[in-house]
């Protein structure tokens, strides 16, 4: 049974750097079926992709967020980590953690992605 | 970037289908998967790929897909599928997902 596992401070102070990990049991952030990915949820704007990791460290970025957002892997860890730096007020979010699958289809045509595997969330606050 | 539109919530008695739509012009070249998010628990994958269910997932549990709608399809919906329901497509623009803003399922 896969799980993930957000862990990190729940507080951040303005203008620093939001720091989260996710630690991995059950499957092995090392395998190359799956992307590693960070989500994000605040009640104004719903749920907002961050940015996934392949396991070779390979990294896509929410292009909103690409000049602030650094996703790193640790394969001898079995973890995941989020890098948020110069938050403000508008970074207080839940933040997951999850197992993002991406590939084309059979036709090679159209790009097949989901996230089956979710954490529990880490609800983190930019206090000014 | 594209966006994809869902109505804040849906209402259903129990025992009936409920349909909950995702709009967008450009789903029609694209698959969309849906979450199911119960209050205070992180997003479930009960769609992937327009129409899979993941294993667990009961039957009563459909996607479907028509021109730039998608479609959830809940048959003899029950209490227990009382949640929020968010869509995702993949913009291959720019190479990102896109989220619908969810839709509030009521079960009356």
């Known amino acids: 049974q896969v799980q993930l596992q957000e862990s990190g401070p729940g507080l951040v102070k303005s203008s620093g750097t939001l720091s989260l990990t996710c630690i991995v049991s059950g499957d092995s952030v090392s395998s190359g079926t799956y992307y590693w990915t960070w989500i994000r949820q605040t009640p104004g704007k719903g749920l907002e992709w961050i940015g996934r990791v392949s396991h070779s460290g390979r990294h896509n970025y929410n292009s909103s967020l690409k000049t602030r957002a650094t996703i790193s892997i640790d394969t001898s860890k079995n973890h995941f980590s989020l890098s948020l730096t110069s938050v403000t007020a508008a970074d207080t979010a839940i933040y997951y953690c999850?197992?993002?699958?991406?590939?084309?289809?059979?036709?090679?045509?159209?790009?097949?992605?989901?996230?089956?595997?979710w954490g529990q969330g880490t609800l983190v606050t930019v206090s000014s | 970037s594209f966006e994809v539109t869902q109505l804040p919530s849906v209402s259903v008695s129990p025992g009936q289908t409920a349909s909950i739509t995702c709009s967008g012009n450009k789903l029609g070249d694209m698959y969309t998967c849906w979450y199911q998010q119960k209050p205070g628990q992180s997003p479930m994958l009960v769609i992937y790929?327009?129409?899979i269910r993941p294993s667990g997932i009961p039957e009563r549990f459909s996607g479907s897909t028509s021109g730039h709608t998608a479609t959830l399809t809940i048959s003899d919906t029950q209490a227990v599928d009382e949640a929020d329901y968010f869509c995702q497509g993949w913009d291959s623009s720019t190479g990102e997902p896109v989220f619908g803003g969810g839709t509030k399922l009521t079960v009356l």
């Open positions: 790929q327009d129409n």
């Open positions: 999850a197992r993002g699958l991406g590939k084309y289809d059979s036709g090679g045509y159209y790009y097949v992605y989901y996230l089956d595997q």
